[in-house]
């Protein structure tokens, strides 16, 4: 079965600091991976994915991430953050072709000037 | 704005009363998708329609929960005998068929907020 760990549930980090948000997977097959994003009081959306091919993956807002499949990780990361990226973040994976989407538990992102 | 659309967008209501969501998907696609949020979790699986047909449901479903999406459009979510334990935000998410442009992603409706007291 697919599991998905978000190993911080808060990181504080101070505007134009980098960051990095870690996100480990389980699965037994070939996966898709992603990172939504769910700023408050809105639903989620979708900030990058990992389908097959190259690695590092870029997404919107200057958002990027690896996929690692020998450590199972997609971490995300963004070099220098602002004010306006204070949100919650999920790290989901779907196995490859499937229709269920299994979320981690997120990870709290705040940024403070 | 084409977007998924849920509605209410909050509900609080009395322990033992029965209450209903609607969620409208983006019009092109096929499969729709409800997920519960509680604070602090992430979205957890409840239950995905292909088109009119509802193809799986978790275990977090149960016999209070029913779902419908009657002609493959809108779809309802409604909860009988309410119980505390129901109080989350209920999202409704849909994408279209994998071969049409279906690369995994979900579109999102803001979530319908449900309070039992």
């Known amino acids: 079965a697919q599991s998905v760990t978000q190993l911080d549930s808060q990181v504080p980090v101070f505007e134009e600091a980098p960051v990095e948000l870690r996100c480990n997977y389980s699965s037994s097959v070939s996966v898709y991976l992603f990172w939504y994003v769910q700023y408050p009081n809105q639903g989620l959306q979708l900030l990058l994915k990992?389908?097959?091919?190259?690695?590092l993956v870029k997404g919107i807002n200057g958002f990027e991430a690896e996929f690692n499949k020998s450590q199972t990780s997609f971490h995300l990361r963004k070099p220098s953050v602002h004010i306006s990226d204070t949100a919650e973040y999920f790290c989901a994976v779907s196995e490859g072709g499937g229709f269920k989407t299994i979320f981690g538990a997120g990870t709290r992102l705040f940024v403070k000037a | 704005d084409t977007g998924v659309s849920q509605n209410p967008r909050h509900k609080i209501t009395k322990r033992g009363q029965n209450v209903t969501f609607r969620c409208d998907p983006i019009s092109e696609h096929n499969r729709l998708y409800w997920y519960r949020q509680t604070l602090g979790q992430g979205p957890e699986f409840l239950t995905y329609?292909?088109?009119?047909?509802?193809?799986?449901k978790s275990r977090l479903l149960s016999d209070r929960f029913s779902a419908e999406r009657p002609k493959g459009s809108f779809s309802t979510l409604e909860i009988q005998r309410t119980e505390q334990g129901d109080s989350a935000m209920y999202l409704c998410?849909?994408?279209?068929?994998f071969g049409t442009g279906n690369t995994g992603e979900l579109f999102f409706g803001e979530g319908s907020r449900l309070t039992v007291l």
């Open positions: 329609f292909q088109n009119e047909a509802q193809l799986e």
């Open positions: 990992y389908l097959s091919g190259s690695t």
């Open positions: 998410a849909s994408s279209p068929d």
